[in-house]
């Protein structure tokens, strides 16, 4: 598999961006056209999104709130109205903590959750 250089992507790009032909490249370059084709097609690619958590989710600054507040044993509704959202998003990840194997502060609370 021929593997085209950073020197030649840019030549790459400049000659497409003079309007040479793409079928010409493989000539100007001196590397296969199908190397010169994954070349173009990956030019013309789009990044990749940076991926991003939903606005319904807790951050991870707000779930480890979550888990210190119920190892303190306070209750949900205190820890929601601390962090401005619904006591259910709280109490979600009461249950999802206390669900797991045993592990989890909340679980070490015996339970309690307000």
């Known amino acids: 598999m021929d593997r085209i ?3 030649e992507r840019q030549r790459i790009a400049e000659l497409l961006a003079e309007g040479t032909p793409v079928w010409r490249l493989h000539r100007e ?3 296969s056209r199908y190397a010169i ?3 173009v097609v990956a030019l013309h690619r789009r990044p990749k999104r940076e991926p991003r958590r939903s606005p319904l989710r807790l951050s991870l600054a707000e779930r480890e709130e979550v888990s210190r507040g119920l190892a303190a044993g306070e209750p949900v509704r205190e820890i929601a ?3 401005g959202c619904a006591p259910r998003r709280c109490a979600g990840r009461w249950r999802r903590t ?3 194997a045993g592990t989890g502060r909340a679980r070490r609370t015996g339970g309690r959750c307000g």
């Open 98 to 100: 206390a669900a797991g």
């Open 29 to 31: 370059i001196n590397r």
């Open 37 to 39: 084709r994954r070349a």
């Open 5 to 7: 250089s950073d020197a």
């Open 81 to 83: 109205r601390r962090l």
